[in-house]
């Protein structure tokens, strides 16, 4: 059990951190609506890219600023324990010392009761999210090894540097994916008999491949099996999944020989005779998501219609935006982690608790 709770413990730290992420991409969505950036979704997935970034560097940054922290200013708390007891012994909180010794050590309490294994509700509670685990890890793995299959199966039409470009009858939708060495973009056999939608269908998963889109959806999909209970991870990846077929329909439409109402009477065209033919379901891997597939299409029609004429966002806003959030996560993912060494103000506050038991005792004699 000693070898498992700094395990839990990194794991916790996570996931709050990954809740700070989502209240940080909110507000951060909140103040480009309100610049001229509101339509540009290729800079806002860049954003969230470097956000997402940060959070995977979130236990470094923490590290690095509790080490600038004991250089710069020795003593000086940066944990949110440390920072309640230095607070309470200065006498600004007023709460009986065993009682702010419990409320401070509730999350280790929590730990120690999942980790005992006393609890039944408890016990019951982690094997049902096990098996949702196991259960999100096999499908992930069934649908790799099918997109493994498909991949297999297909014809090899095209070869460059980087990418293989394959055609396949089992498919209805294009897509593009990546194994250890090669990447791939798969597409439906039926465009060759149609060269505008082959051209702009081609052009569409390259853009996904030249964004490097599969590796950061390979990554969002790999950590579902441990993250899903997490309503953060998935409004990041709902908000990551919709800017990349957003920002991947502008870059296409704002590269020289594509024209953006052509590339949207495709799309629309596409999905019309999708409809058509009784199989909306495959609109989910590349046009629209499942029921909300009205207002995904909405989305990336106005899109479309109100691409950016700019493809180069000014850099500082990258180098504003990665600082910014690196110094939010850090601060945040320093403040909530839990301190294992005995400081100064937490012998004291031991001793006050126990000289305030002893008094108890005496009392009750």
């Known amino acids: 059990m000693t070898a498992v709770k700094p395990v839990l413990d990194v794991f916790l ?27 540009d979704y290729m800079t806002q997935l860049r954003v969230l890219k470097v956000l997402c970034f940060c ?13 600038a922290a004991g250089f710069f200013w020795p003593g000086q708390a940066v944990s949110i324990g440390d920072i309640a007891v230095a607070a309470y012994l200065r006498g600004e909180i007023a709460m009986p010392a065993t009682q702010f010794e419990a409320l401070l050590n509730t999350r280790e309490r929590w730990i120690d009761t999942v980790l005992s294994g006393q609890s039944a509700l408890v016990t019951a509670a982690l094997v049902l999210l096990a098996l949702a685990a196991l259960r999100m890890l096999v499908r992930t793995v069934r ?65 996904h491949v030249r964004a490097r889109d599969v590796e950061w959806e390979i990554a969002f999909e790999a950590v579902r099996p441990l993250l899903f209970w997490n309503p953060a991870y998935w409004a990041l990846k709902y908000q990551f999944s919709r800017l990349r077929e957003l920002a991947c329909d502008q870059s296409v439409v704002t590269r020289r020989g ?36 009205k207002r995904v299409l909405k989305q990336r029609v106005i899109a479309l219609a109100d691409a950016p004429s700019f493809s180069a ?21 320093a403040t909530i982690r839990q301190t294992q060494d005995w400081s100064h103000d937490r012998l004291m506050l031991s001793t006050v608790v126990n000289l305030e038991r002893l008094e108890a005792r005496n009392q009750g004699n």
């Open 13 to 39: 730290d996570l996931n709050v951190v990954l809740v700070l992420s989502a209240l940080i991409w909110l507000g951060a969505r909140m103040a480009v609506a309100r610049t001229r950036l509101r339509h």
């Open 313 to 333: 966002p000014l850099p500082a806003l990258f180098m504003g935006s990665a600082l910014l959030f690196a110094v939010l996560l850090a601060l945040g993912a």
């Open 258 to 293: 594509i024209d953006a109402r052509d590339y949207t009477d495709c799309l629309l065209d596409y999905c019309a005779r999708t409809v058509a033919q009784g199989r909306p379901r495959v609109l989910n891997v590349a046009l629209v998501s499942g029921g909300k597939a």
């Open 143 to 207: 649908d790799a090894l099918a997109i493994r299959d498909t991949v297999v199966s297909s014809f090899l039409w095209r070869r460059s540097a980087n990418v293989d470009i394959r055609l396949s009858d089992r498919i209805t939708v294009p897509f593009a994916v990546r194994g250890a060495r090669r990447r791939h973009v798969v597409l439906p056999s039926h465009l060759l008999d149609t060269p505008r939608e082959l051209r702009f269908a081609l052009a569409h998963e390259l853009q």
């Open 55 to 67: 959070v995977m560097l979130s236990p470094v940054l923490a590290l690095g600023v509790t080490a």
